[in-house]
T-cell receptor
Framework: NAGVTQTPKFQVLKTGQSMTLQCAQD?????MYWYRQDPGMGLRLIYY???????DKGEVPNGYNVSRLNKREFSLRLESAAPSQTSVYFC????????????FGPGTRLTVT | RKEVEQDPGPFNVPEGATVAFNCTYS??????FFWYRQDCRKEPKLLMS???SGNEDGRFTAQLNRASQYISLLIRDSKLSDSATYLC????????????FGKGTSLLVTP
């Protein structure tokens, strides 16, 4: 099992460009999450999906959109990248919202210039 | 006051030492508590859950003090491989998604 996979691993964007971060899990988990992690900050939740077909905002959703494509895949889109979105993005999954062990992907390091 | 606070460290300890980290949380209604481990430039991974009665997993012991609103992690007989950042994680209202992550405590175990 690969667990949680993310692509790309690294990305450099110019201000105003758009891109989609991809995430997939092969653990048959119902719930998926997108976090960002900045130096000196804890992990902050951007969006989450409790189950296939549902998505909800987390703590810092502005500037992002998500799609739960199917049970396996949960993508994060930056429509118009800003330097403030320079960060490491982690996708995670869990059996359900009531299951607290979240499994994280390896992360995407995004730089916006 | 931040919801989850940790001493960022770094804690530099020699191999074989015992080291303890504390973490305080602000929401007295918090129900669930965890320690995650994050290696440099890697993803966080669950180290252990923290139960009211405390729990132990090998060299690692976690304790919860609800009255003072803190949790602790004790590592005995430190190994070089324990070098990492330890994240304190709190579920504030027993709603599954809302995990609040501390900024982490950095541990460096030296030979």
């Amino acid at each position: 099992n690969a667990g949680v996979t993310q692509t790309p691993k690294f990305q450099v964007l110019k201000t105003g460009q758009s891109m989609t971060l991809q995430c997939a899990q092969d653990m048959n988990h119902n719930s998926m999450y997108w976090y960002r992690q900045d130096p000196g900050m804890g992990l902050r939740l951007i969006y989450y999906s409790a189950s296939e077909g549902t998505t909800d905002k987390g703590e810092v959703p502005n500037g992002y959109n998500v799609s739960r494509l199917n049970k396996r895949e949960f993508s994060l889109r930056l429509e118009s990248a800003a330097p403030s979105q320079t960060s490491v993005y982690f996708c995670a999954s869990s059996e359900g919202l009531a299951t607290y062990e979240q499994y994280f992907g390896p992360g995407t390091r995004l730089t916006v210039t | 006051r931040k919801e989850v606070e940790q001493d960022p460290g770094p804690f530099n300890v020699p191999e074989g030492a015992t080291v303890a980290f504390n973490c305080t949380y602000s929401n007295s209604a918090s129900q669930s508590f965890f320690w995650y481990r994050q290696d440099c430039r890697k993803e966080p991974k669950l180290l252990m859950s923290v139960y009211s009665s405390g729990n132990e997993d090998g060299r690692f012991t976690a304790q919860l003090n609800r009255a003072s609103q803190y949790i602790s992690l004790l590592i005995r007989d430190s190994k070089l491989s324990d070098s990492a950042t330890y994240l304190c994680v709190v579920n504030p209202q027993n709603s599954g998604y809302a995990l609040n992550f501390g900024k982490g405590t950095s541990l460096l175990v030296t030979p």
